[in-house]
């Protein structure tokens, strides 16, 4: 996991990123580490905690584990801040300056006076630690002031306040522009945090009071949710509670400033419960996700060129007077974000206003707040369509958006299913019943992605729209199985775990074996997010073993290695880290010649194919099998400036080109003919 942070930061430190393209790695770092601590680190404290002393495949404690990522997440925490000085200095020069408030101008200081005045001081509350008053409670990933004052008596005494999120992180520090008829981004931005405007004018908080320092503070809580779904009445209530009693979770980090004193540390370790291993002090911002405020600042020449996505020449036929007659002709293959997301949106809303269509079945994952695809779903409903969702609530940190549209699609009479006991609902998937003539016909859209209007633009993700009547039947006898009573052990073309999912694949992954076996070659090329299932791997390295070609195309966490002799000398691992998140899994089986391509939910590891419910679909259109392979696959495999290309230690060198550079995702770009806006 913090190998692929590493290739994260890689991408801020890149100088031939756009400068706010650099600055939004460095948030997504900060943003994935506090994940990281807030689930991963939290497992491991759990178990040292429970005393568990069982080693994993790196044979290594939980405590152990501990000591090393402590060693690592403070050597990525110096890399980065190190990287953030040469960018702000990078920033300065290209008219975008983030001062210390120091560094203000007497015109600069009355702006942030002014700020604080109107708009943050009536904001902002401060709280008291005091024999009267206990101490305050600090909530998950907050940023926070420890304030010491005192009083004319000459009593110190410590306070807290909080540094509102809900506010301008960066305080602008630059008049208001006038409105012009044709409008043009400031070529000059001035910006000052907003901590450090809080701490400058805290007498206003403290009137009558003298105050002696101030000193920043971020903390990271346990926000893993312990459902006991077995013993659970209502699981949207025992959900709704644990989200709640996540902001009360153990501290698992405390991140100050490095020049914090040894008194106010104190309190703050004392009171919060703070371990020595859990203390990070930190030279520089504290909290490096808040970097996306500065991202979203109005200077389009910092960042990468704006891109229309494109619309499939399927579904451009002037004369189709709705999407299903081209569905019936063909399989539709859309690859986001280079293809647009909308056909997918259009699908459910011309499926809510269709008077032909009866029905409408979907399960949904993380689909966001002002969901278009939900606002389909409602007008479906009051079109008299009869709708069932599926709707996942133990999707981690979205339980309260999803806990949100579950009550608001039942206020509105959707049949809404929360999930299956003991499995997270993983899989994409829409279907729409609809009456043509004298018969019932189903369409059916499967995705390796969620139903995100948003996150539709920056992840990578396959989806098929098809009207192939045995993958219409397995998607209903799937959806049977999600909100009934269902024994089914088998499906006619979908991979569906936890059911049967494992054992088809591993059969296949055996087929290739035996191809090699047999004279007619092998190739295997699977692209996943994730590669820890130990079967799995054990099989991988059984097709490497046996001569067949293994190309792994893993985002992240990979426990497998490449290159070792008599082993995996076969396999090749490569992660791409780009422009767009790499979410799309795809599975390739050359399969004698005859070619193979399944997509869908699943990464390999445990949790997916043991714990989710998950779907791979096959392509079956012979074009969209080449399509996939040679201009989706290939070109993955052909990048030689975003890809990285893991060693026998399991580290990652860049790839070096032979030739002209190539980048996969400009290339995907590329083809499906992006415009300037």
């Known amino acids: 996991m913090l190998a692929f942070q590493h290739r994260v930061l890689e991408e801020a430190q890149d100088p031939t990123n756009p400068l706010l393209e650099r600055v939004k790695f460095l948030a997504i770092l900060g943003s994935n580490l506090d994940e990281f601590f807030m689930v991963r680190v939290a497992g491991l404290l759990a178990q040292v905690d429970a005393g568990t002393t069982e080693t994993g495949p790196d044979r290594m404690s939980p405590s152990a584990q501990l000591v090393a990522i402590r060693r690592d ?16 200095d990078a920033l300065r020069e290209a008219g975008v300056q983030v001062l210390d408030y120091g560094e203000l101008s007497d015109k600069q200081r ?17 709280l008291a630690f005091d024999p009267g008053r206990p101490f305050p409670h600090i909530s998950n990933r907050s940023l926070n002031l420890a304030v010491l004052i005192r009083d004319k008596q000459g009593q110190e005494r410590f306070a807290r306040i909080k540094v509102p999120s809900t506010l301008p992180q960066l305080v602008p520090l630059d008049p ?4 012009r008829a044709k409008r043009r981004p400031p070529k000059e931005l001035n910006f000052v945090w907003l901590e450090q405007v809080i701490a400058a004018n805290l007498e206003s908080l403290f009137p009558g009071m003298h105050v002696v320092e101030a000193h920043p503070f971020h903390v990271t809580r346990d926000a893993e949710l312990a459902i006991k779904e077995l013993e659970a009445e209502d699981l949207l209530e025992s959900i709704e509670a644990g989200v709640r009693q996540r902001r009360f979770g153990d501290v698992v980090r405390l991140k100050v400033t490095a020049n914090m004193p040894e008194g106010m540390l104190e309190i703050l370790t004392s009171n919060l419960e703070v371990q020595p291993g859990e203390l990070y002090k930190i030279h520089g911002p504290l909290s490096l996700s808040r970097f996306m405020d500065l991202y979203g600042i109005d200077r389009a020449d910092l960042k990468e060129a704006p891109f229309i996505p494109a619309t499939p020449a399927a579904l451009q036929n002037p004369d189709d ?14 690859h986001h974000p280079f ?7 259009d699908f459910l809303r011309k499926a809510a206003l269709d008077p032909n269509v009866l029905a409408i079945k979907m399960t949904l994952y993380r689909v966001g707040r002002n969901s278009p695809i939900v606002a389909a779903l409602l007008e479906a409903m009051e079109e008299g369509k009869q709708v069932a969702v599926l709707l996942e609530l133990k999707a981690r940190f979205d339980e309260e958006s999803n806990i949100e549209w579950a009550r608001a699609l039942e206020r509105e009479g959707v049949h809404v299913v929360y999930g299956l006991l003991g499995l997270k609902i993983h899989c994409k998937a829409a279907m729409v019943v609809r009456r043509e003539a004298d018969t019932i016909r189903r369409y059916v859209h499967l995705s390796t992605g969620n139903y995100n209007a948003v996150t539709a633009h920056t992840y990578t993700d396959i989806g098929l729209f098809t009207a192939d009547e045995e993958i219409a039947s397995d998607t209903t006898d799937l959806f049977n199985y999600l909100t009934g009573y269902s024994a089914k052990e088998s499906f006619r073309k979908l991979l569906v775990a936890p059911v049967t999912l494992r054992e088809q694949l591993e059969a296949m992954v055996e087929r290739e074996i035996q191809h090699k076996a047999q004279g007619r070659g092998g190739h295997l090329i699977f692209k996943m997010n994730a590669l820890e299932d130990p079967a799995m791997i054990r099989m991988l390295y ?16 990979c426990c497998l290695r490449p290159g070792i002799a008599g082993v995996s000398e076969n396999i090749q691992v490569i992660s791409i880290v780009g422009r767009f998140l790499e979410h799309s899994r795809l599975f390739y089986f050359r399969n004698g010649g005859d070619d193979e391509i399944y ?3 699943a990464d390999l590891m445990p949790r997916n194919i043991n714990r989710r419910v998950e779907a791979l679909f096959p392509l079956s259109d012979p074009a969209l099998v080449e399509h996939v392979k040679t201009c989706v696959l290939g070109t993955y495999l052909a990048d030689t400036v975003k890809a990285r290309r893991m060693q026998t230690d ?15 995702q400009a290339v995907l770009l590329e083809r499906t003919r992006p415009r300037k806006k």
């Open 542 to 557: 059984g097709a490497s073993q046996a001569g067949v070609k293994v190309d792994l195309l893993v985002r992240g966490i």
């Open 321 to 334: 007077e709705d999407m299903f007659a081209a569905i019936r002709r063909q399989d539709i293959l859309l």
């Open 339 to 345: 293809d647009s997301f909308q056909p997918v949106v």
């Open 176 to 179: 208001p522009r006038k409105q």
């Open 73 to 88: 997440v403070k050597k990525l925490f110096a890399e980065a801040h190190r990287c953030w000085r040469d960018l702000s």
């Open 599 to 601: 997509a869908g939910s």
């Open 110 to 126: 009355r702006a942030a006076e002014a700020f604080f005045r109107n708009t943050a001081f009536p904001v902002l509350t401060p």
């Open 650 to 664: 399991g580290s990652y060198v860049r790839v070096k080109p032979s030739g002209d550079p190539l980048n996969a």
